[in-house]
């Protein structure tokens, strides 16, 4: 009798479970949109508390806890965040492989753990799960605006190694990948034109165009970017630099 009554009270209380969860998703949203990206990321903690493979909230909360981590000055505190990140995007690829978001937030992190790794190898090593996992994202989702932008980022950062790194590189690679500033560019747009907001898109796009000696382009790119509204929490320190770019250039 009391197995019977402790399974009608869980199967009452499932309703009520999800709608938390959709509430704070919810909250988890608006905090993000108001640009409180500490307090979205607490939402979603709260979401995977009740809900561990909710592949929205582990999306989300790698994707946060990356930009956080970001913005930190301390080397310590900034791996802290991009570790939790990692965490966060490695377990949704355990709930869903074939996510396109669970691959570019994986992609992201990969990318911010090499701001912090100081051993040549493991940096390689993320450089190229940066590449595999963006990859992948696009083959899910050939129109996912952000996956585009990394790959091109991915092409930007791969034409400006330096010596040292690209030995690495060439060494874990089996030989230098095939990086260009052109394909750099062609990803950018191809982002620019599936998110015209995405204001680090427009950054590094204008920045690509002045490495290829397209400085009529950066200008035009860049005059697109100061009159963009902020939707992350970054995006007002990126207009500033845009903007200062722009300065200089004039």
Do not use: C
């Amino acid at each position: 009798m009391k197995q019977v009554l402790l399974a009608l009270l869980l199967f009452a209380a499932a309703p009520l479970v999800a709608q938390d969860i959709k509430t704070l998703l919810k909250e988890a949203e608006n905090a993000e949109r108001s640009l409180k990206d500490s307090e979205a990321l607490d939402k979603y903690k709260q979401v995977l508390a009740t809900d561990p493979d909710n592949i929205q909230a582990l999306v989300k909360a790698s994707e946060l806890s990356s930009g956080i981590g970001a913005r930190l000055a301390d080397k310590k505190a900034k791996k802290t965040y991009f570790d939790q990140a990692k965490t966060y995007a490695d377990k949704a690829l355990q709930v869903d492989a074939n996510n396109a978001d669970a691959n570019y937030v994986r992609a992201v992190v990969a990318g911010k753990l090499t701001e912090t790794e100081t051993e040549n190898k493991k940096i390689v090593a993320y450089v190229k799960e940066v590449k595999d996992y963006a990859d992948k994202a696009l083959a899910l989702n050939p129109v996912h605006a952000r996956a585009s932008f990394t790959l091109g980022k991915w092409h930007m950062e791969m034409v400006n190694l330096n010596w040292a790194k690209k030995a690495a590189v060439k060494l874990l690679f089996g030989g230098l990948p095939d990086a260009t500033i052109d394909d750099a560019i062609k990803y950018m747009e191809k982002s620019r034109q599936l998110d015209k907001y995405f204001v680090l898109n427009h950054l590094e796009l204008a920045k690509a165009y002045k490495a290829d000696n397209k400085p009529a382009k950066a200008i035009e790119i860049l005059n697109l970017l100061v009159k963009l509204p902020n939707r992350t929490a970054d995006d007002a320190a990126l207009k500033e630099e845009g903007k200062k770019m722009l300065q200089d250039m004039l």
